[in-house]
């Protein structure tokens, strides 16, 4: 299984873009990366997945190097309520994988 | 469309006794995830389903816990007898499965404390 390695903590200010880069050094060549979003109380919610070079929707970018062994996420003018934590996944949802979450990165988002 | 669905919201219960998780996942999604989540934690994958067979269950403390999906649809969790170290979240989550990519959509949850 592929292991991550997010920043613990992260803090920004309303309206700045918020960058949190995962390491995942030993991807496999079917993996994704995905990216969750949870508040408390609340199950995750996915944000965006990607397998390389650069994906975006109406929330968020995913960055990818050509290696893949690490990506970022983008999130573009954070609000408070995009405080949360932020968990980076890789692997595939297919029978016979696991998609492990780790401890995730604390984004505190200040007025 | 209509999310996971999981209850109770909360439980309370003493330590040696049992308690038991629904879920019903999102309509048509073959995969079926049950999470645990100590506070301040990730979550951590318990089991997988995939239709009405286990894919893997070797997290799965399987001298007390125990899961079920019989028709391929609903899936219950059991925790018997339950420990203090059990109080937690349990999320249960659903995808489509099939191979490549895909989205996990999770229920709220059901947070678990044992006394």
């Known amino acids: 299984l592929a292991k991550t390695t997010q920043p613990i903590s992260m803090d920004s200010y309303e309206g700045q873009e918020v960058n949190i880069t995962c390491s995942h050094n030993n991807i496999a060549t079917n993996d994704y990366i995905t990216w969750y979003q949870q508040f408390p109380s609340q199950g995750p919610r996915f944000i965006i997945q990607?397998?390389?070079t650069k994906v975006t929707n109406e929330v968020a970018s995913l960055f990818i190097p050509a290696d893949r062994k690490s990506s970022t996420l983008s999130l573009p003018r954070v609000s408070l309520s995009d405080t949360a934590v932020y968990y980076c996944?890789?692997?595939?949802?297919?029978?016979?994988?696991?998609?492990?979450f780790g401890g995730g990165t604390r984004l505190m988002v200040k007025p | 469309e209509a999310g996971v669905a999981q209850s109770p919201r909360y439980k309370i219960i003493e330590k040696r006794q049992s308690v038991a998780f629904w879920c019903n996942p999102i309509?048509?999604?073959?995969?079926l995830y049950w999470y645990q989540q100590i506070l301040g934690q990730g979550p951590k994958l318990l089991i997988q389903f995939q239709n009405n067979g286990v894919v893997d269950d070797s997290q799965l403390p399987k001298d007390r816990f125990s899961a079920e999906r019989l028709k391929g649809v609903d899936s219950t969790l059991k925790i018997q007898p339950a420990k203090l170290e059990d109080s937690a979240v349990y999320l249960c989550?659903?995808?489509?499965?099939?191979?490549?990519?895909?989205?996990?959509?999770f229920g709220e949850g059901s947070r678990l404390t044992v006394l």
């Open positions: 990607g397998y390389k």
């Open positions: 309509s048509g999604h073959a995969t």
């Open positions: 989550a659903s995808s489509l499965g099939g191979a490549g990519p895909g989205e996990l959509f």
């Open positions: 996944l890789v692997g595939e949802s297919n029978a016979g994988n696991m998609l492990t």
